[in-house]
């Protein structure tokens, strides 16, 4: 193949991630009407439509997406052997790009983080606060912090925290008015300050367990945040229940700004894990990232 064939793909790869004409030349360094060129020409020389395009977004036809299914990984494992022999430096280096949830980021890996960046300037983390259960692999990032319970199948799992326990609580004002409950069930009578979730634009069910029994309840209430800090600062103002994690709470429980209800229904789960696809050859630098953050109880 010659090599003018191997850069087509790599622009038409480009436009096939950014889903944007104008996104991918700004990533290739090139203008967009040069990248419409050379699309276009790829497109005659193979004889197939690659692209469908309108006048507000870019999309791979069936064609396109066959040819980023099976071309795609290819040219990211060279990508991947490329960065791995730049890591043979004295000194590792290379951008981690991450997906967390903001407790995560606020609580684990920043703190944890702190030392790693200072010793090794040429390490560079990207984090990028995220409540789906992002697709890592399909989003581009090197590794993903869940739950233990919501780790993908065949993916390498790092425990970087101990258990975690989530609290129901409310404001002393919320609780004048209204009985504590002392089940899951008796939160159909309260005001719930719900979670959306961006998979699918559910609602996040809150999960509960108690000698053996598990309960998944679906909540309902005046207010919907997308983040467990709005939920907190929402429950502080007296605006309802919030099921945030217990660490984020306690400052405030120790307070007395908020009262705990149901904490025999909230039992420990498995902790934070950084998760990730398995490399045969993973960099320095993200292997020191695994080590800097690791668990070791």
């Not at 009578?189 to 509960?208: K, Q, S, V």
């Not at 405030?252 to 149901?262: C, E, F």
Request: charged residues 25%; hydrophobic residues 40%; aromatic residues 8%.
């Amino acid at each position: 193949m010659q090599r003018g064939n191997l850069s087509d793909l790599l622009a038409f790869l480009a436009v096939a991630h950014e889903r944007s004409f104008t996104k991918a030349a700004a990533k290739l360094g090139v203008s967009q009407s040069a990248l419409s060129h050379t699309m276009r020409e790829l497109e005659e020389r193979l004889g197939v439509r690659l692209l469908t395009r309108t006048t507000r977004s870019v999309s791979p036809t069936e064609a396109g997406e066959r040819l980023l299914r099976t071309v795609g990984p290819r040219f990211e494992e060279i990508e991947t052997e490329l960065a791995a022999l730049s890591e043979l430096r004295e000194k590792p280096a290379g951008t981690i790009r991450i997906t967390a949830t903001e407790y995560a980021a606020d609580t684990i890996l920043l703190p944890k983080l702190a030392k790693l960046l200072n010793d090794y300037p040429d390490i560079k983390v990207e984090i990028a606060i995220d409540y789906g259960l992002t697709d890592i692999v399909a989003e581009r990032f090197d590794a993903g912090v869940r739950s233990g319970e919501q780790v993908a199948s065949g993916m390498i799992a790092v425990r970087i925290a101990p258990d975690m326990r989530m609290a129901v609580v409310g404001s002393p004002a919320y609780f004048k008015s209204r009985a504590e409950p002392k089940k899951p069930q008796d939160l159909i009578d309260h005001n719930c300050i719900a979670l959306r979730l961006p998979t699918h634009g559910g609602l996040y069910a809150w999960e509960f367990e108690k000698d053996g029994r598990e309960l998944r309840v679906r909540v309902e209430g005046q207010l919907i945040c997308n983040t467990t800090a709005q939920m907190l600062t929402a429950a502080l103002a007296g605006l309802g229940l919030a099921y945030v994690p217990e660490g984020l709470a306690q400052p405030y429980l120790d307070q007395a700004r908020l009262t705990r209800v149901l904490e025999d229904w909230c039992l420990p789960y498995p902790g934070y894990h950084l998760w990730y696809p398995n490399r045969r050859q993973a960099s320095a630098a993200f292997s020191l990232l695994v080590e800097a953050l690791r668990y070791r109880g």
